[in-house]
């Protein structure tokens, strides 16, 4: 019988044809995906060189090829990461000054969102916070986010006062990366060479990190190779021993030769988010002896309040807030304040963007209370003026202003035109009273202005 020859499904020109069709598609498929890839990697780049552009125009002041513009350019360049897991702003003294009430709306610099949390207390109709560092803004949101969905306290203060558990990235998880927009997302899933992700830090306490925890925890190390230890300072139960701990473990770190010489170069202060401006001012203070002022004021920190009620100083000799629940910590996180916390982070509103740009955005005697932190050190004459006509533009009648500076003196007068100075008000003992009072101790001045015809 003879074999029937079998007829391809497929000829081989159809075959070929075929083959030629699929490489075409597929050269289509991945020249669209190369677009896409590269419009998004345009995005990326266009919003963070807008990013970089804002924050060169708020450090830079001088002539860049100067050493003054190298040296502006350097501390943007180290800016541009996070720089304060915990904000040094002392929040019941921002209370007091600013009365905030349920009837206010309230703008603040950011920074690492303490503050902006403690606000809460007070029950201000809104806030809204404004920073130029991308990492200040995710952690803020991660905060927000924390205080409306995690499930109760323990775990919040688990988070954000111990921030050293293992179960924290788990909780985030959970809880908060569903509910995170997708930049604040981004940030904290980002990971590093070794594959981990950034809101690992919450599992070895977040305060050891940022350009200010590392640089406690590199002064912490070079205190102890030369033979001082600032975390004995913990174990004073009284001011007085208070005094004896830092006069016998810390002062004496100022006059060896390498402290002496650090504390010389601009740059080593950066990791204290001192740009140069400020740290000129700073210098000038202390008629140009910037040691005796750092001195003075970390002697003011060490010794002029009980160490168990400040958590400033637990930050500084211990690089941790205290154990257990009633430990010194920042006001949002005690357990009786919570419940405000919780219902104020809807209010809040969170963005990144240049302060005076912000402002030029609202209507006039729109606005509150202002908080500029330390801002205006930053900030040349025509930078100053530039803000304070927007602040009074858009406050109301009886509108309260603080911020603090390096110096011990307002950075106001002989820098903005009179004609807005004139309206606002200044009490120059009452201020004096509030920077004694500042348990941060790191500022030369707490200032307060009220905008006239309340």
Excluded at 290 to 303: D, M
Excluded at 314 to 339: I, V, W
Aim: charged share 30%.
């Amino acid at each position: 019988m003879p074999i029937r020859k079998r007829t391809p499904l497929l000829r081989a020109g159809a075959l070929k044809r075929a083959g030629d069709t699929a490489k075409r598609l597929t050269g289509k498929f991945n020249i669209a995906r190369k677009r896409v890839q590269l419009r998004r990697s345009l995005r990326v780049a266009g919003a963070r060189k807008f990013r970089h552009d804002q924050l060169r125009k708020a450090v830079y002041q001088g002539d860049a090829d100067g050493k003054k513009g190298i040296l502006e350019r350097t501390f943007a360049l180290a800016f541009r990461g996070l720089v304060y897991s915990q904000i040094w702003e002392d929040p019941d003294i921002d209370l007091e000054a600013l009365q905030l009430g349920p009837d206010h709306h309230l703008i603040t610099i950011a920074s690492g969102g303490c503050n902006v949390m403690s606000y809460l207390i007070a029950e201000p109709k809104a806030v809204t916070a404004v920073d130029l560092n991308r990492g200040h803004v995710a952690l803020n949101k991660l905060k927000l986010a924390a205080a409306q969905h995690l499930p109760d306290w323990e775990t919040f203060y688990r988070f954000f006062g111990q921030a050293d558990s293992r179960a924290n990235p788990d909780i985030y998880d959970k809880y908060l990366k569903p509910v995170l927009d997708k930049e604040s997302r981004d940030y904290w899933e980002r990971r590093d060479p070794l594959g981990r992700r950034r809101i690992r830090f919450f599992a070895r306490n977040v305060y050891r990190f940022g350009l200010l925890g590392t640089f406690i925890g590199a002064g912490h190390k070079l205190a102890r190779m030369l033979g001082g230890d600032p975390r004995k300072m913990l174990e004073a139960s009284t001011l007085a021993e208070q005094r004896e701990i830092y006069e016998r473990e810390v002062a004496p770190l100022f006059e060896k030769r390498i402290v002496k010489w650090l504390i010389d170069q601009p740059m080593s202060l950066y990791g204290l988010g001192i740009p140069p401006a400020q740290y000129k001012a700073l210098a000038a203070s202390g008629g140009g002896n910037i040691k005796q002022v750092l001195l003075e004021r970390l002697e003011r920190l060490a010794c002029d309040f009980d160490i168990e009620d400040n958590y400033f100083a637990h930050q500084a000799f211990g690089r941790r807030y205290g154990a257990g629940k009633d430990a010194a910590g920042p006001p949002y996180l005690k357990q009786e304040n919570f419940a405000k916390v919780r219902a104020g982070a809807a209010r809040v509103d969170v963005n990144l963007v240049n302060l005076i740009d912000f402002l030029k955005t609202k209507p006039a005697a729109s606005l509150d209370r202002f908080v500029l932190l330390d801002a205006q050190d930053w900030m040349n004459d025509a930078t100053l003026t530039d803000l304070w006509t927007e602040i009074t533009r858009v406050s109301r009648p009886g509108a309260r202003v603080i911020f603090r500076t390096a110096a011990e003196v307002s950075v106001l007068p002989g820098r903005i035109p009179h004609a807005i100075l004139s309206r606002w008000s200044y009490d120059e003992a009452l201020c004096k009273a509030f920077t004694k009072r500042d348990r941060s101790s790191i500022y030369g001045g707490f200032h307060l202005y009220v905008l006239n015809g309340a």
